[in-house]
């Protein structure tokens, strides 16, 4: 008998080879632009800017690992203690709200940028089992139109398919020099060689760490900022994505 079309197509009565589906079917993904690269290149200004101007979501994750350290600070957690750290990371949720972060329910933008969390967040951001207890939160920033992700691996670890990487990158001198400024704007002394020491120390870690560690994707694209004003990095990048 005559079986209608639409019968074939409900899988409870279809006895017919599976069909595969067509790649030309499927919804294109949400378009991602990752941006890796050390502290003090400007990644986290120019992160900001191209999700303005693009109308895209804003992923920090560095924010995100902040959160995660100053929750540990506050359980006073050993900061090696992975057991104890994932199963906090279960119990914590996590938002932002306009620049805004919050932990729980608390607001923790200005907690999560205090040297001491800076501290323990570089700790934590090394043990697998924090970098694995954040993965699924940090994708699910993916969301239409586009996403720009800030971080160290969102172009190798957390967005391999993005289709467009960048790497923004700058020499230490220049790095410390523009963290200086960041510190006397605060009122903060510092002293300049003193900065660029820390700058290629923490470069050297960041480079070597086991897991994750700070390097471009095979495919990203490398930019120096060292000699770019803000807009001539944006404007570069844009121009990328045009080609994408
Ligand atoms: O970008 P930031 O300075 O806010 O990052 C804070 C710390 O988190 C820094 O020690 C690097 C680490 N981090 C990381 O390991 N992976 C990321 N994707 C983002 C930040």
């Keep these: 008998m005559f079986q209608p079309y639409a019968v074939c197509l409900d899988m409870r009565y279809y006895s017919g080879p599976m069909a595969t589906p067509d790649r030309q079917d499927m919804p294109p993904p949400i378009p991602v632009i990752t941006l890796d690269g050390p502290a003090g290149s400007g990644k986290g200004t120019i992160a900001a800017l191209l999700a303005e101007r693009l109308g895209w979501w804003l992923l920090d994750s560095g924010a995100i690992y902040r959160v995660a350290a100053l929750a540990a600070l506050h359980r006073q957690l050993v900061l090696d203690d992975e057991q104890a750290l994932a199963a906090l990371l279960e119990s914590l949720q996590i938002r932002f709200e306009q620049g805004r972060a919050f932990c729980n329910g608390e607001e923790v933008t200005a907690a999560i940028r205090t040297p001491a969390c800076s501290d323990a967040t570089s700790r934590i951001s090394a043990l697998p089992a924090v970098r694995r207890g954040l993965l699924a939160l ?55 060689s003193g900065l660029v020491q820390d700058m290629r120390a923490r470069d050297e870690r960041d480079a070597n760490r086991a897991i994750a560690p700070l390097r471009p994707a095979a495919d990203a694209v490398i930019i120096n900022s060292d000699t770019l004003a803000p807009e001539q990095v944006l404007e570069l990048i844009l121009s990328r994505q045009r080609e994408v």
């Design 138 to 192: 940090q994708r699910s920033f993916r969301q239409a139109p586009g996403l720009v992700a800030d971080g160290r691996d969102m172009g190798t670890v957390v967005f391999p398919d993005a289709g467009l990487k960048v790497f923004l990158t700058a020499s230490p001198e220049v790095r410390a020099q523009r963290r200086l400024k960041q510190l006397s704007e605060q009122g903060i002394g510092a002293n300049l």
